[in-house]
């Protein structure tokens, strides 16, 4: 093990006796299949995919500041306790054999069923009061089984993608327990991993910088980017679903679709979450109302943040232009912000992320920070190719004109945003 994990795991991580560290679940994930966990403060984990990792192994240089700092690979198991709890467990890893890579994506992580059926009630069953997660929130207990049982039972009746979780007035950051989305990835993760139990108990994991750890109220986008999702490696099978969706929903003529969202809007005091199968129905102006929706608090558009964001995505592709042969195939795009900033007047500055203008100053209401901190990053490189992987069969010649075609046209719509703030 490097110095630096082992510094990493001392300073961050949940202790567990044998020098391991316990996984909790990372409640601000709002799309994808694979289960994120929450590694530390500042680092989260998820299933090690052997494209993804070489991909975060040679990242060129110019694309760093726009994805997650990658920090290494752990062991995790699970292990039951005399209570009959069950924990993820994070260890040092001690070999580089590769028995233990989950060689498929979908392996440990795909649904098998589209379980995700949210309550549209603007109380959600889901709150503090009747909180799926025992007070160590890396556990899953028996007591949380019947939970969950009456939670899929209401979740079949109600089949709303968008749900509302009212939140009490005063300390808002302390009842953000999880979102719908990353307890159903981490309730389906756990079950595959004690399914397996008996054939497999090891599983690497990759370790990546958490991109909400800075934020008090993390508001998270998570965007699909480009025409095509498909790999290069994909079955017929898989490609051909894969096409029907981008077809059915924004990819295919936009370039980008939403995958999930998260946002707290202040003035009603309530989180507004939206599912990817919500985000693949929408039409463009559907889409364009999401946006409009993100960086809304309840009470006002946020167009302090719409700035800074824009920079950003444009800084991103000039990156990606430069980039040659690679293809981000499946890839998505985060904008994140806080929908609580502080109060007092601060400039925080954190890796990849961007400050607001001087000008933006003027433009906030009373008591907010001066400068909002708002960050764009790419993640999810499961499909990545690039004419470096030389065991690839099929090598792509310039630059990823999906995923740029998808970058322009976001920038277009938050323009149009910013304009329209601006009358």
Not at 261 to 275: A, D, I, K, R, T
Not at 320 to 336: N, T, V
Not at 375 to 381: A, G, K, Q, T
């Amino acid at each position: 093990m490097s110095p630096a994990l082992e510094a990493l795991m001392q300073a961050e991580g949940t202790p567990y006796p044998g020098k391991g560290v316990m996984l909790e679940p990372f409640v601000h994930q709002v799309g994808g299949h694979s289960c994120v966990l929450r590694f530390g403060e500042q680092t989260i984990c998820k299933p090690l995919i052997p494209r993804e990792h070489q991909f975060y192994k040679s990242l060129p240089p110019e694309m760093r500041k726009f994805t997650p700092q990658y920090k290494g690979v752990v062991s995790v198991s699970f292990e039951e306790d005399e209570e009959g709890n069950l924990c993820l467990i994070a260890y040092p890893l001690h070999s580089e054999s590769g028995d233990l890579e989950n060689k498929d994506p979908s392996t440990d992580c795909e649904p098998k069923s589209k379980m995700v059926k949210w309550s549209n009630k603007k109380q959600s069953p889901l709150g503090p009061e009747n909180d799926n997660y025992s007070k160590d929130r890396g556990r899953h207990s028996r007591k949380e089984d019947k939970i969950m049982s009456h939670v899929e039972d209401m979740q079949q009746q109600q089949q709303a993608e968008v749900l509302y979780f009212s939140l009490e007035k005063g300390n808002v950051v302390s009842q953000i327990k999880h979102n719908p989305w990353s307890l159903k990835c981490h309730q389906q993760h756990l079950q595959r991993m004690k399914e397996n139990a008996k054939h497999r108990n090891q599983y690497k994991f990759i370790l990546l910088e958490n991109l909400t750890w800075r934020y008090r109220v993390p508001c998270v986008l998570d965007l699909k980017m480009g025409t095509r999702q498909h790999g290069d490696d994909a079955s017929e099978e898989k490609k051909a679903n894969q096409i029907r969706k981008c077809q059915q929903s924004t990819s295919a003529s936009i370039g980008v679709r939403l995958c999930g969202m998260q946002v707290y809007q202040s003035e009603p005091g309530q989180l507004m979450f939206m599912n990817k199968y919500h985000g693949r129905k929408l039409t463009l102006a559907g889409f364009k109302e999401a946006l409009y929706q993100f960086f809304h608090n309840g009470h006002r558009l946020r167009h302090e943040l719409l700035s800074p964001v824009l920079r950003r995505l444009r800084e991103m592709q000039a990156a990606l232009e430069a980039c040659e042969s690679y293809r981000f195939y499946s890839s998505s795009l985060l904008i994140i912000y806080d929908g609580d900033p502080p109060r007092a007047p601060t400039r925080p500055r954190h890796r990849g992320g961007e400050e607001g203008d001087e000008d933006d100053r003027s433009s906030h209401s009373a008591g907010e920070a001066s400068s909002p901190v708002v960050d764009v990053r790419m993640i999810d490189f499961a499909h990545t190719t690039c004419r470096h992987y030389g065991e690839d069969s099929v090598v792509h010649e310039g630059q990823d004109s999906g995923f740029i075609f998808g970058l322009q046209n976001l920038i277009t719509i938050i323009s149009e945003l910013e304009d329209h703030s601006a009358d």
